[in-house]
């Protein structure tokens, strides 16, 4: 199995968006439990932290998502099933949404279109034909609100589908387990 700190997503080709790197998990390595991603109180055990974290992202995908680590580690297992642009996706219309001006929204709001959205896009995500065409009116007056249907239908898709499969796969068992033998020695 291939380290999992030597995974990267690919960056967005063509959008030249600013994306919080941090947030999907771009990084250039090392060492998980060395760096410890949570905004509480950090305990003295920092493999104590990554195993509960870890432990946590069971519980829900907005768990899931609201982790760094957990971020990064989704991302690589959506990566190697050929899906990672609905997380892509998700987190674009994040950053999209706190975008306050409206020059800045029309232009983000097109490359998200251009991106995601059109039939045939670079990055193309699964959602119905009519979700399609009420965001291609929405980004003539964009809003805040313009993908939030798209994004709920991939959010949907992620925790009906993607979610449960990594849960289940070697990618998170391997790591949890990891973490657990860590803390008994």
Same mark, same amino acid.
Request: aromatic share 10%; hydrophobic share 30%.
């Given at each position: 199995?291939?380290? /999992?700190?030597?995974?990267?997503?690919? !960056?967005?080709?063509d959008? +030249?968006?600013?994306?919080?790197?941090?947030?999907?998990g771009?990084?250039?390595?090392? +060492?998980?439990?060395?760096?410890p991603?949570? =905004?509480?109180?950090?305990?003295? +055990?920092? !493999?104590?932290?990554?195993?509960?974290?870890m432990?946590?992202?069971?519980?829900?995908?907005?768990?899931?998502?609201s982790?760094?680590?957990?971020?990064? &580690?989704?991302? *690589?297992? /959506?990566?190697? !099933?050929?899906?990672? !642009? +609905?997380?892509?996706f998700?987190?674009?219309?994040?950053?999209?949404?706190?975008? =306050?001006?409206?020059?800045r929204?029309?232009s983000r *709001? =097109?490359k #998200?279109?251009?991106c995601? #959205?059109? *039939?045939?896009a670079p990055?193309?995500?699964?959602?119905?034909? =009519?979700?399609?065409?009420?965001?291609?009116t929405n &980004?003539?007056?964009?809003?805040?609100?313009?993908?939030?249907? *798209?994004?709920?239908?991939?959010?949907?898709?992620?925790?009906?589908?993607?979610?449960?499969?990594?849960?289940?796969?070697?990618?998170?068992?391997?790591?949890l387990?990891?973490?657990?033998?860590s803390?008994?020695?």
């Amino acid at each position: 199995m291939p380290s /999992l700190v030597t995974l990267t997503p690919r !960056e967005p080709q063509d959008l +030249n968006m600013d994306i919080d790197k941090k947030t999907v998990g771009y990084s250039s390595g090392g +060492n998980l439990k060395a760096r410890p991603q949570s =905004k509480s109180t950090q305990p003295a +055990n920092t !493999e104590e932290l990554c195993f509960d974290e870890m432990s946590q992202w069971s519980q829900s995908l907005d768990r899931l998502l609201s982790s760094k680590y957990g971020m990064k &580690i989704f991302q *690589a297992f /959506l990566k190697s !099933e050929f899906s990672d !642009e +609905n997380l892509e996706f998700w987190v674009v219309c994040e950053d999209y949404k706190k975008i =306050k001006s409206s020059f800045r929204m029309s232009s983000r *709001a =097109k490359k #998200i279109f251009k991106c995601y #959205i059109q *039939a045939e896009a670079p990055r193309e995500i699964n959602i119905d034909h =009519k979700t399609r065409e009420v965001i291609r009116t929405n &980004i003539k007056v964009p809003s805040s609100m313009c993908f939030d249907d *798209a994004q709920k239908i991939v959010y949907g898709l992620m925790e009906r589908d993607s979610y449960p499969r990594f849960l289940k796969s070697d990618i998170y068992r391997t790591l949890l387990s990891s973490t657990s033998e860590s803390m008994r020695t």
